[in-house]
């Protein structure tokens, strides 16, 4: 056990460091030894990004360390979901995350999306330059978020229309919606009739993990 404690530990530590490739080798040999892959991302990878959410939030970590983070998390991902696919899991949630119509930067929206996936989301991205009537099509697939991002004053607006889209096909409250971006603010958030905001992509996971909990408990309740 104390050999297992030590092995997530050290995961755990190369992940917030950005050490990809010691990362993924120390996946493998630990799945060679037995480990579950279930304790690697639940007890090291897991707590490795939201840790590295909490250092972004503090200022202790800046984009550049939240990025490498990030690519670690993707490196060690690598030879774990082949073992995690032959495991039942509860899925965390689903969310499907586009950059709106007339908006093509997607670093923000990427960072997110390898956040989310890390802290055991199922992901649909939908890339940037995103219809409303995209949005309404991920929707319905059974998603329990929908997470805009726009990096442009201009697309801002966009943000708007597809959430009066997802209304307009009765997708709502069923589907909570998320929305973040440089220019987006809490103030335009309610305005828009968004379900909530965050500005960094650690506060998305804790924001996506309530969004969730509140979609479900929607779709479980009285008709």
């Known amino acids: 056990m104390k050999d297992s404690d030590s092995l997530i530990a050290r995961l755990r530590s190369y992940v917030l460091d950005g050490r990809a490739e010691e990362a993924a080798r120390l996946v493998e040999a630990a799945l060679a030894d037995g480990v579950p892959a279930g304790d690697l991302l639940d007890h090291a990878l897991v707590p490795a990004m939201d840790e590295a959410g ?38 965390t949630g689903t969310v499907a995350l586009g950059t709106v119509s007339g908006d093509l930067h997607d670093i923000g929206k990427n960072l997110v999306a390898t956040m989310l996936r890390g802290a055991g989301f199922t992901v649909i991205d939908l890339g940037v330059d995103v219809t409303p009537a995209q949005f309404v099509e991920a929707a319905g697939r059974g998603v329990d978020v929908i997470g805009l991002s726009a990096l442009l004053t201009t697309t801002m607006v966009n943000m708007r229309a597809a959430i009066q889209a997802l209304d307009a096909a009765h997708l709502r409250p069923r589907v909570k919606v998320m929305v973040g971006g440089a220019p987006v603010t809490p103030a335009f958030a309610e305005t828009i009739g968004a379900d909530g905001y965050s500005d960094n992509a650690g506060g998305a996971v804790a924001l996506a993990r309530r969004l969730v909990g509140e979609a479900r408990a929607h779709a479980n309740g009285p008709a």
């Open 54 to 91: 909490r250092l972004f939030e503090s200022g202790d970590f800046f984009v550049p360390e939240l990025l490498v983070a990030a690519r670690a998390m993707k490196a060690a991902m690598e030879p774990l979901e082949p073992a995690l696919a032959g495991q039942p899991r509860a899925a």
